[in-house]
């Protein structure tokens, strides 16, 4: 079975400071697929970052990083030069080899951002 | 400009009433998905669909129903059936294959309410 922690049900980040958000994964896959999304206000979620189980090294897209531990399973999201419009819900998922073409959430981490 | 859209942006139902969201996409994805979100919680899949004119139950299906005659479009039913259907409701579409790498794109989402 597939399945995502996100244990914080709630953060807290000063403007312009760095933010780590927590994601924990369980999957008996050995080819698998990390995602994190962002969902604003308006409710649309928006695809972040990517991270592939076999990826020798962290992805990054602008100020987006992920910090793969794979022996802890866990894909850490980490926003650097926190920006107003960051405030929002950031959701981690997960795809498989063996599950198809489903992919599996976490119930999601909300994050504002302070002037 | 490619991209998934949702129609309407809210909608009320009425007691004993179906009512029909609409999801279409032009990214030429093979694969189609409905989740239900209700507040402060994360995605539940209802159901997907690989392939024209096939699809699967997802974690809550009971009280829903979907279509997938072409393969641009993925309308899903809310049937009386389903004695709680107040929630925001997104489609999301991604590609097929053997990649885990395969992004789940979304729409702009569907907000219904029971009048």
């Known amino acids: 079975a597939q399945k995502i922690t996100q244990t914080q049900p709630g953060m807290f980040v000063q403007e312009k400071e760095a933010v780590t958000l927590d994601c924990t994964y369980d999957t008996s896959d050995q080819s698998y697929g990390l995602f994190w999304y962002k969902q604003p206000s308006s409710g649309e979620m928006i695809f972040l970052i990517y991270?592939?189980?076999?990826?020798?090294q962290n992805a990054t897209e602008g100020r987006y990083s992920l910090n793969f531990q794979k022996a802890r399973k866990s894909a850490n999201l980490v926003i650097s030069a926190s920006q107003l419009g960051d405030s929002a819900m950031y959701f981690c998922?997960?795809?498989?080899?063996?599950?198809?073409?489903?992919?599996?959430f976490g119930t999601g981490t909300s994050l504002t951002v302070i002037p | 400009d490619g991209g998934i859209t949702q129609s309407p942006k809210y909608l009320f139902r009425k007691e004993g009433q179906n009512v029909t969201l609409s999801c279409e996409q032009n990214l030429n994805h093979d694969a189609m998905y409905w989740y239900r979100q209700d507040p402060g919680q994360g995605l539940r899949l209802i159901y997907y669909?690989?392939?024209?004119?096939?699809?699967q139950k997802g974690d809550i299906a009971e009280g829903y129903s979907v279509s997938r005659e072409k393969k641009e479009s993925f309308p899903l039913t809310v049937t009386s059936a389903q004695k709680n259907p107040t929630a925001f409701y997104l489609c999301?579409?991604?590609?097929?294959?053997?990649?885990?790498?395969?992004?789940?794109?979304f729409g702009a989402g569907t907000r219904l309410s029971v009048l």
């Open positions: 669909s690989q392939i024209v004119n096939d699809f």
């Open positions: 998922a997960m795809r498989g080899t063996n599950t198809g073409n489903q992919f599996y």
């Open positions: 991270q592939g189980s076999y990826d020798e």
């Open positions: 999301a579409s991604s590609s097929v294959g053997g990649s885990v790498k395969n992004i789940q794109y």
